[in-house]
């Protein structure tokens, strides 16, 4: 009896033995029992992993302006607001923050939103010439930025290309949009902006933000185009606005009273063009007849003006195509599609023959 109650326990540990040899040691997932397939299962969860992190409705952008107050730029928020929206993104997720002219407060609100878990950051720069700073702090928190419309510096992007961060600037070369500007007075030709016929357009510039590069380039290159064509030109008054309405107002009417022999105003944005245009009215003078006057944006008060004669030009700084190129280089970014490092678009040149046809289109 005592051998075979040894040979019935053997026999049972074999038995264990055998079935747990059969387990492999790792039990078959529920769902898979019909099939055994255990690789089925890991890929369907990486794929609702996957599909989790780029569904961009639960990523958190953080936008910041350098001034709301900027007609264009309230107008180019809105737009690429309303945009990322359509597109799929939370509205709740996207914060977007007056920087009020202050550098100091811009890197405050962008530390504010790395330390808050933002995804993306898109960046107006209130000084483009601290663009290094914004950029190390996203890279250094490793998270993508679209500056826009305010362009750093060639050096700065180099640096974005040399490290391969994920850092691109959206927006038009503003030398074209100055060229434009001198287009459209070459265009009516000297024997209509000479008044004096002295063979010498005289002029005065209203200048935006003299450490803005667009800015800097409209100034440069809407000369430089009355010079390529063969020009004589003559500086009469150059001083700085700071895209304001009221300021451009004041300096003009300062630059008329003391240079009644201009010829040519420019503005380096609408805003001031306005403004400009008060002056040129209460000094008695008319544009497109003893004095001529253009801009940049095409906003909906300067096209009216256009329009009816009251400025000779603007140039459409095309804030849909800019805002929407933005929004698809955040997607990207989202999406781990990167970007180039450069995503330009153009300017429009407006004058009285198409200036109803921009207007019908940002209304």
């Known amino acids: 009896m005592k051998n075979r109650t040894g040979s019935l326990f053997i026999a049972g540990v074999l038995v264990v033995a055998m079935l747990s040899g059969c387990a492999g040691g790792e039990p078959i997932p529920a ?100 663009s290094a700073t914004i950029t190390d702090m996203a890279v250094g928190a490793g998270i993508p930025l679209v500056y826009i419309n305010r362009e750093p510096d060639a ?20 030398r074209q949009s100055g060229t434009l500007q001198g287009d459209i007075i070459t265009d009516i030709g000297l024997e209509k902006i000479d008044k004096n016929g002295d063979s010498i357009v005289q002029y005065i510039m209203i200048e935006g933000d003299p450490e803005n590069i667009d800015a800097q380039y409209r100034t440069q290159f809407s000369v430089k185009a009355l010079e390529d064509k063969g020009w004589s030109v003559k500086c009469l008054f150059d001083e700085v606005g700071n895209w304001d309405m009221e300021t451009a107002k004041a300096l003009s009417k300062e630059a008329l009273e003391k240079y009644p022999e201009t010829e040519v105003v420019f503005c380096n944005n609408d805003a001031m063009a306005l403004g400009a245009l008060m002056s040129i009215k209460a000094a008695g003078r008319t544009v497109g007849d003893d004095i001529y006057l253009v801009g940049v944006d095409a906003l909906t008060e300067a096209l009216d003006d256009v329009i009816d004669g009251s400025i000779t030009g603007t140039v459409f700084n095309d804030y849909f195509d800019q805002s929407h190129r933005a929004a698809a280089a955040t997607i990207n970014y989202m999406k781990g599609a990167g970007n180039d490092h450069y995503i330009g678009c153009d300017y429009v040149k407006v004058t009285k023959e198409n200036a109803q046809e921009i207007l019908d289109r940002i209304k």
Do not use: H, P
């Not at 055994?36 to 961009?56: M, P």
């Open 31 to 130: 769902e898979d029992e019909a099939t055994g397939d255990t690789g089925s299962l890991e890929a369907s969860q990486q794929e609702a992993s996957a599909e989790k992190s780029n569904d961009i409705s639960q990523k958190k952008i953080g936008i910041c302006i350098y001034n709301f107050d900027d007609n264009f730029m309230t107008l180019y928020r809105n737009e690429l607001v309303n945009y990322l929206v359509d597109q799929g993104f939370s509205e709740e997720n996207i914060t977007v923050e007056n920087s009020e002219l202050s550098q100091e407060k811009q890197n405050k609100q962008i530390q504010d939103m790395i330390d808050g878990g933002i995804d993306v950051l898109i960046i107006n720069a209130v000084n483009t010439s601290e």
């Open 155 to 174: 050096e700065e992007e180099q640096r974005w290309v040399d490290n391969g961060w994920e850092v691109t600037y959206v927006g038009c070369d503003a």
